[in-house]
């Protein structure tokens, strides 16, 4: 068996952690093959950022792809439908024996498909031989807007051995935010929870946006409590979720979010919106809560009340997040997919 592993999403140094998980996935295959079975990537090389490296970094993956197209592969797993449909779709062409497999991230189905292309997204997802949308709701979508049957939802799993629950670590923050400053992100939200939010609460701001980088780096001069961490490690990560009481996500759109499975890794129970996707992982008052997202005020209501739970309560949100979701483990989502390719 060979398998080619083709990505829109992978570390750089511009972006270490991007698509990080698609490195985890690939690596964790790889380690568990059989003499007789080979897999290799394809990724997109990120040079320069904004939109000039976007543009530059699409126009050069379809030139560096054309020699792969006179390789053969027993499968072929796209990672992210839209934009390396179009290569991994001319590949099926011309083998057409080959088993086509993508796996639905969220933003690839929930908003870069829609009416003015579904036509055409349509028209290339015909090659495809199975799906794997990460999520229920990716999952709705993907039948919805492509008229494809599900295979298997399988999240991108997280490194067990990377993010777990640290002993004799003492809570440093009440809360902890962690992902990109935009407001698909609920950046909004989150600032001006913030400036409404008492003082004394003790809050970490893990992320990284021009807009919004430098006014929570105002906020954390003016405020001890409020500290800003702009580049970390996955391991100084980890170690962050540990000295926080809760993550706060209030997003806006998700596909099926890591974020919130690493702090559930770490024993951090979650503060998120009710968006579908979080539904799909929150269970109220067992591992987290959730509040309204066109009542972005009850925010900062729960985040007020939360400061002050019991500790023995507390106890047990800790517990029902280290055992939500132990099945999407890196190593057990490498099996299923070692499975996949061999089936």
């Known amino acids: 068996m060979k398998v080619l592993v083709i990505t829109s999403m992978y570390p750089s140094p511009e972006k270490k952690y991007s698509g990080i998980f698609v490195k985890n996935q690939f690596e964790g295959v790889r380690d568990n093959l059989d003499d007789n079975e080979t897999i290799e990537?394809?990724?997109?090389?990120?040079?320069?950022?904004?939109?000039?490296?976007?543009?530059?970094?699409?126009?050069?993956?379809?030139?560096?792809?054309?020699?792969?197209?006179?390789?053969?592969?027993?499968?072929?797993?796209?990672h992210s439908f839209f934009p390396l449909i179009g290569s991994a779709w001319l590949y099926k062409l011309f083998?057409?024996?080959?088993?086509?497999?993508?796996?639905?991230?969220?933003?690839?189905?929930?908003?870069?498909?829609?009416?003015?292309?579904?036509?055409?997204?349509?028209f290339f997802a015909r090659k495809i031989d199975y799906t794997i949308p990460v999520g229920r709701e990716v999952a709705r979508n993907v039948e919805k807007k492509l008229n494809l049957p599900i295979g298997k939802i399988l999240p991108v799993g997280v490194d067990n051995a990377t993010f777990y629950q640290e002993k004799n670590v003492s809570k440093k923050y009440d809360y902890i935010?962690?992902?990109?400053?935009?407001?698909?992100?609920?950046?909004?939200?989150?600032?001006?929870?913030?400036?409404?939010?008492?003082?004394?609460?003790?809050?970490?701001?893990?992320?990284?946006?021009?807009?919004?980088?430098?006014?929570?780096?105002?906020?954390?001069?003016?405020n001890n409590n409020i500290s800003l961490f702009?580049?970390?490690?996955?391991?100084?990560?980890?170690?962050?979720?540990?000295?926080?009481?809760?993550?706060?996500?209030?997003?806006?759109?998700?596909?099926?979010?890591?974020?919130?499975?690493?702090?559930?890794?770490?024993?951090?129970?979650?503060?998120?919106?009710?968006i579908?996707?979080?539904?799909?992982?929150?269970?109220?008052?067992?591992?987290?809560?959730?509040?309204?997202?066109?009542?972005?005020?009850?925010?900062?209501?729960?985040?007020?009340?939360?400061?002050s739970m019991p500790t023995s309560e507390y106890q047990e949100l800790v517990a029902g997040a280290l055992n939500s979701f132990g099945h999407i483990a890196l190593d057990k989502v490498c099996e299923s997919l070692l499975t996949i390719y061999r089936e």
């Not at 409404?196 to 003016?222: H, N, Q, T, W």
Request: aromatic share 14%; charged share 25%.
């Open 41 to 78: 990537i394809f990724f997109m090389k990120r040079r320069i950022t904004g939109l000039l490296g976007s543009i530059t970094k699409h126009i050069w993956a379809f030139f560096r792809f054309i020699p792969y197209l006179f390789k053969k592969y027993d499968v072929i797993h796209l």
């Open 95 to 122: 083998h057409r024996k080959t088993k086509f497999i993508v796996t639905f991230h969220g933003l690839d189905i929930n908003q870069q498909v829609h009416r003015k292309n579904q036509r055409l997204m349509r």
């Open 177 to 222: 935010f962690v992902g990109s400053f935009f407001e698909v992100k609920g950046i909004d939200i989150l600032y001006e929870t913030l400036k409404k939010l008492d003082p004394s609460v003790r809050f970490c701001v893990v992320g990284k946006g021009d807009a919004y980088e430098p006014i929570f780096k105002s906020m954390a001069e003016d």
């Open 230 to 274: 702009v580049d970390q490690s996955h391991d100084a990560l980890r170690t962050l979720y540990n000295k926080s009481r809760f993550l706060v996500l209030p997003s806006r759109s998700e596909g099926f979010p890591t974020v919130t499975i690493e702090a559930m890794f770490c024993g951090t129970p979650v503060i998120t919106s009710d």
């Open 276 to 307: 579908p996707q979080f539904k799909e992982q929150v269970q109220e008052g067992k591992n987290g809560f959730m509040f309204p997202l066109d009542q972005p005020e009850k925010l900062l209501e729960l985040l007020s009340n939360l400061v």
